[in-house]
């Protein structure tokens, strides 16, 4: 009896020990957008393969994925809408009517959604379960990405034709600043913990890193030619960049802004999506019509999936229930 | 404002193809060309390196003008019809021979065309001499939900794939010295 309670302490251990670790880093699909095709695909990360296609009507150009509600919300710039994907049943469940052309998309954890208006200047915060429209604000021109971050206080807006982010209160509905960056401002992407906020400039090829906080730009490191998506790894360490022309991504120190290495991938890449346990990445070839595996230990491509026409952003998200 | 359930989704689906003829959305449009040259691979990258070099072999370019140097060099180029493209260089990759450049200004006489992005490449052919492969990433004319039919996604395309074609023709006659 004596010599069982080690053994049994120990296994519970093992078992605490392997529920943290599964905690830590749950596993989770990449879901691709193809624009020309229509269709969300799923990949499945542990075998890397397509594990269902779901069909979007219309040409969806972003999505953003709300992990509390399981849905994802692609906008349909032709349209004038925003397609609801229920990520278990794996179908579209409706289409919410915005009017105008809705482009860039990002969600907070209440529910709501953020969405830009490309040709009208405009952003809109809408209700994700009806649809409605709470309110909307104008912003600089030709609004590309954007990103709230997770309770959704503060919003980031890449204004691609007036060289600037925007960055919002929507609380109080207010432009807090719009902040000069390089040349076609297009990708964003938040770091983890929302400290600072890294900018792909497509026409200056560099970054904007800004401080959240301060609201200033704290470095300009450099990026190859035309980045168009831009993703920060879980644990805060890198930042990757796709480089549309040269068809590479570049990843950088994350503290230096150093570049670790240059992978080359398919042509014209766009969207990048790390994995939470960090160890590998995920780049849409929108020419190829692949999405390219990279492995990050040793910063190299491993596989190409090939996937529906069009391919132009990728989110890492929950797996299906 | 309004959520349209399950049932409505088939009518939406329906308006929107039939609408599809006339009102495509900002999607980039893909053109992707190639030819192959009785040349060696270095014979040709040398000729496609050359950024202003254009002006010697493509049939539509009747006046070319070089400025400034490295990533900050433009080229314009004035085309048979009058019209201007003004091309800003991106990338020079000798191990890949490769060039990428892209489009700076807009002008409905020269393509109809917002924007585009372009790369060409040459590999070596598997029958001897030499394959060139150039794409392009690009942008209809008017790019709101409603553009006139010479301004739309298939205007684009069609003017974008005969420029291309007869760069590719013209640079082939000039390596070949025909």
């Known amino acids: 009896m004596r010599a069982r309670l080690p053994v049994a302490a120990l296994l519970s251990a093992i078992a605490i020990a392997l529920q ?58 032709d349209d004038g809408e925003i397609a609801v994907v229920d990520l278990d049943r794996r179908a579209v469940l409706s289409t919410l009517k915005v009017g105008g052309q809705p482009f860039g998309i990002s969600s907070d954890t209440a529910g709501r959604l953020f969405v830009g208006d490309w040709s009208a200047n405009r952003i809109s915060v809408i209700d994700e379960k009806t649809g409605a429209t709470e309110a909307t604000l104008i912003v600089g021109r030709a609004p590309a990405h954007l990103v709230a971050t997770r309770d959704g206080s503060r919003l980031f807006v890449a204004d691609r034709e007036s060289n600037n982010v925007a960055v919002i209160d929507t609380k109080k509905l207010k432009i807090l600043a719009e902040i ?10 938040l770091s983890p913990g929302g400290k ?19 609201l200033r730009i704290v470095s300009t490191p450099a990026t190859g030619a035309m980045p168009y998506g831009v993703a920060v790894t879980h644990d805060n360490s890198e ?11 570049s990843i950088l120190d994350a503290r230096t802004y150093a570049p670790h290495a240059q992978i080359k991938v398919g042509r014209y890449p766009e969207g990048v999506a790390v994995l939470n346990d960090g160890r590998k990445a995920y780049v849409a070839n929108w020419f190829s019509n692949t999405v390219s595996v990279l492995d990050l230990a040793g910063n190299v491509e491993i596989k190409k999936i090939k996937c529906p026409s069009g391919p132009r952003m990728v989110l890492a998200g929950p797996v299906e229930h | 404002m309004a959520i349209k359930l399950r049932p409505l989704l088939v009518i939406s689906a329906v308006l929107s193809f039939s609408g599809a003829a006339w009102a495509h959305g900002p999607t980039p449009q893909k053109v992707d060309e190639k030819i192959t040259i009785s040349a060696a691979p270095a014979d040709v990258w040398k000729v496609v390196k050359d950024f202003g070099s254009i002006g010697s072999w ?28 003004i091309d800003s260089l991106d ?18 006489k020269a393509l109809p065309v917002s924007s585009y992005s372009d790369a060409i490449t040459v590999q070596p052919a598997a029958g001897g001499g030499s394959d060139v492969e150039w794409i392009s990433r690009l942008y209809r004319f008017d790019t709101g ?28 006659a000039k390596v070949e010295g025909k």
Do not use: C
Not at chain 1, 180 to 189: K, Q
């Open chain 1, 20 to 77: 943290g670790v599964m905690a830590m880093a749950p596993l989770q699909n990449i879901y691709v957008l193809s624009q020309d095709d229509g269709i969300l695909s799923v990949i499945d990360t542990t075998s890397d393969e397509i594990a269902a296609k779901i069909a979007i009507p219309g040409k969806p150009a972003a999505f953003t994925i709300d992990a509390k509600s399981r849905k994802a919300f692609a906008t349909l710039p």
């Open chain 2, 58 to 85: 493509h049939p539509w370019v009747t006046k070319i003008k070089v400025e400034g140097t490295g990533s900050e060099t433009t080229r314009t180029l004035t085309l048979k019809s009058g019209g201007t493209l």
């Open chain 1, 180 to 189: 000069p960056v390089g040349r076609a401002p297009f990708a964003l992407a």
């Open chain 2, 91 to 108: 990338a020079v990759d000798d191990k890949a021979m490769e060039i990428d450049y892209r489009l700076q200004n807009e002008d409905l």
């Open chain 2, 145 to 172: 939900n409603e553009p006139p039919a010479d301004q739309n996604d298939e205007a684009a395309v069609k003017a974008s794939t005969e420029y291309i074609k007869a760069g590719l023709a013209g640079l082939k």
């Open chain 1, 239 to 249: 930042i990757l960049v796709s480089n549309q022309h040269g068809g590479t991504v």
């Open chain 1, 196 to 214: 600072y906020l890294a900018v792909a400039n497509v026409q200056t090829a560099n970054l904007s890193i800004v401080d959240t906080t301060s």
